[in-house]
């Protein structure tokens, strides 16, 4: 149930839904785009140009997996398969991260969700995606993956496997240490 609201006149309701998407999808910082049961896209916001470099123009009529890095493309044509297929685990899980191609020719670490468009029947149609880069996350958890390398390397540098030395109590409750090879 909606509240009755006066209508403007001359006002189109069904354009509602159309201003609402382009007013998110332009001033969103993550990128918004549409895909349809063809895999092309057929909307995508123009904060895809800070992403990667690509204007709108560019990217709408072509396939997101054109843009994945080569080492990511197996494994994401495959879940994209069994979300086309209706796998309702394939759309759990909140996503996925994977690289993509800019304008330039780099890649950018981007994390993508999909929410899923279904038909009456309840086919698959086509998806919603949002796309936010995150080299500085993947960035940061490579540095602190080598951090934890180096803290282990260094605390294993502190024993020596030749010798265990254990604190032990003794019968007088009196601490003292053991050494054993």
Not at 167 to 180: F, H, N
Request: proline share 5%; hydrophobic share 35%.
């Amino acid at each position: 149930m909606t509240p009755d609201r006066p209508k403007a006149q001359g006002h189109d309701d069904s354009a509602e839904p159309e201003r609402l998407f382009r007013l998110m999808a332009e001033t969103a910082s993550d990128v918004v785009y549409a895909v349809g049961p063809d895999r092309l896209v057929t909307r995508v916001s123009p904060s895809v140009e800070r992403a990667l470099g690509w204007t709108p123009e560019e990217i709408v009529g072509t396939a997101m997996s054109a843009l994945v890095h080569p080492d990511d493309l197996a494994w994401s044509t495959e879940r994209r398969d069994r979300l086309y297929a209706g796998d309702p685990d394939a759309e759990a899980g909140g996503g996925f991260v994977l690289r993509m191609s800019t304008r330039e020719g780099d890649y950018r670490w981007v994390k993508t969700t999909l929410t899923t468009h279904r038909d009456a029947a309840g086919n698959v149609t086509g998806f919603t995606g949002g796309m936010a880069v995150v080299d500085d996350l993947i960035e940061a958890r490579a540095q602190a993956a080598e951090q934890a390398e180096l803290f282990h390397s260094m605390s294993d540098s502190l024993l020596d496997p030749h010798v265990l030395v254990r604190a032990v109590r003794d019968e007088t409750e009196q601490s003292s240490t053991l050494s054993t090879s």
